[in-house]
Nanobody, 118 residues
Framework: QVQLVESGGGLVQAGGSLRLSCTASGSDSSIYAMGWSRQTPGKHRETVASLTTSGVTFIADSVKGRVTISRDNAENTVDLQMTGLKPEDTAVYFC????????????WGQGTQVTVSS
């Protein structure tokens, strides 16, 4: 199990940009996959983007072209750069880590609020 701490959320106007950062601690090796999900009240948690140590990337269709995910495998950090933000991007964003491809369990951060005003 690793501990995840997110930073970078906040209030931004539509069309603006935010960068979310997440740092994992408690792992002696590179974490297999790290990424971001988001959740709004009454909705399922949606995976926004993820990146494995081998560079396999997933970007949700809802944010494609507007987000970039990057990570430092050695430091076990992951960043999410978001541009062209829309009010529908408003959500709590959670960082997650999947330690190993062979294990189904995932660890989650506490979440950081992103609010996009119109």
């Amino acid at each position: 199990q690793v501990q995840l701490v997110e930073s970078g959320g906040g209030l931004v106007q539509a069309g603006g940009s935010l960068r979310l950062s997440c740092t994992a601690s408690g792992s002696d090796s590179s974490i297999y996959a790290m990424g971001w999900s988001r959740q709004t009240p009454g909705k399922h948690r949606e995976t926004v983007a993820s990146l494995t140590t081998s560079g396999v990337t997933f970007i949700a269709d809802s944010v494609k072209g507007r987000v970039t995910i990057s990570r430092d495998n050695a430091e076990n950090t992951v960043d999410l750069q978001m541009t062209g933000l829309k009010p529908e991007d408003t959500a709590v964003y959670f960082c997650y880590a999947k330690i190993s491809a062979a294990r189904p369990d995932m660890d989650w951060g506490q979440g950081t609020q992103v609010t996009v005003s119109s």
